[in-house]
C-alpha cells in the first residue's frame, strides 16, 4: 500500500536554529513528490515538486531535496513566520498528479 | 490572478441533511479536486474533475459526489450527513503544472 509518513510530528526551533524536516515514502514508480505548508485554518500552501532523486529546489530559508525512498525540507536560520505545519504529498497511480496521498504533516513552531 | 474561492467558508449542519460546497478554481484552471482534512486523518483526497468529467476518484462512500460545470467551477455535495463528516473540506485547482493550488476550505460541522 502506498504510504506517506512525516517525521518527526512537531518540532520547537529556536530562531535562526537550523533543521530538518523529513518525509519517507513506499510507492511503486515514484512520479514526483510535492511540499505544502499549512497555516492554522487555511488551505495549504505549494512549495516546491520534485520529480527525481537527486533533485533539489530552494526558497529563500527552505531547500527540499529527494532521493529514492525519503525527501527532506531543509530549513535555514528560521523566522517565526516559517511557523506552519509541512506536509508533503506524493501522487498515486493510476492517475495524474491531481490524485495525491498527503504525510500527516511537521508541525514547526519557531520560537523568538 | 485571484485564487482559488470556496463557499461558504463555514457550515452548520444536522445529521441526516444533505449539503453543497462550491468551489471556483483559478482562471485558466481546468482541474478541481476536492479534499476532506480532519485531525484523526489529515488530508483524504475525495476525486477530481476535469473538463466536467470525474477523472480520479478516493475511497469515500457514494454519499460524496461532485460534478464541474463548463467555466470550471466545481461543486461538491454530501448527502445523509453524519458526525464523522465534520472537516475542513478543501478545494485544489491545477493548471498546466502539476501542483495544486488550495483554497481557504470550508469548514462544516455536522451536529
Known amino acids: 500500500e502506498d504510504q506517506v509518513t512525516q517525521s518527526p510530528e512537531a518540532l520547537r526551533l529556536q530562531e535562526g536554529e537550523s533543521s530538518s524536516l523529513n518525509c519517507s515514502y513506499t510507492v511503486s514508480g515514484l512520479r514526483g513528490l510535492f511540499w505544502y505548508r499549512q497555516d492554522p485554518g487555511k488551505g495549504p500552501e505549494f512549495l516546491f515538486t520534485l520529480y527525481s532523486a537527486g533533485e533539489e529546489k530552494e526558497k529563500e530559508r527552505l531547500k527540499a531535496t529527494l532521493t529514492k525512498k525519503e525527501s527532506f525540507l531543509h530549513i535555514t536560520a528560521p523566522k517565526p513566520e516559517d511557523s506552519a505545519t509541512y506536509l508533503c504529498?506524493?501522487?498515486?497511480?493510476?492517475?495524474?498528479?491531481?490524485?495525491?496521498?498527503f504525510g500527516t504533516g511537521t508541525k514547526l513552531q519557531v520560537i523568538p | 490572478k485571484a485564487g482559488v474561492t470556496q463557499t461558504p467558508r463555514y457550515l452548520i449542519k444536522t445529521r441526516g441533511q444533505q449539503v453543497t460546497l462550491s468551489c471556483s478554481p483559478i482562471s485558466g484552471h481546468r482541474s478541481v479536486s476536492w479534499y476532506q482534512q480532519t485531525p484523526g486523518q489529515g488530508l483524504q483526497f475525495l476525486f477530481e474533475?476535469?473538463?466536467?468529467?470525474?477523472?480520479n476518484k478516493g475511497n469515500f462512500p457514494g454519499r460524496f459526489s461532485g460534478r464541474q460545470f463548463s467555466n470550471s467551477r466545481s461543486e461538491m455535495n454530501v448527502s445523509t450527513l453524519e458526525l464523522g463528516d465534520s472537516a475542513l473540506y478543501l478545494c485544489a485547482s491545477s493548471g498546466p503544472g502539476d501542483e495544486q493550488y488550495f483554497g481557504p476550505g470550508t469548514r462544516l460541522t455536522v451536529t
Open positions: 474533475y476535469f473538463s466536467e468529467t470525474q477523472r
Open positions: 504529498a506524493v501522487p498515486l497511480a493510476p492517475g495524474g498528479y491531481q490524485k495525491v496521498t
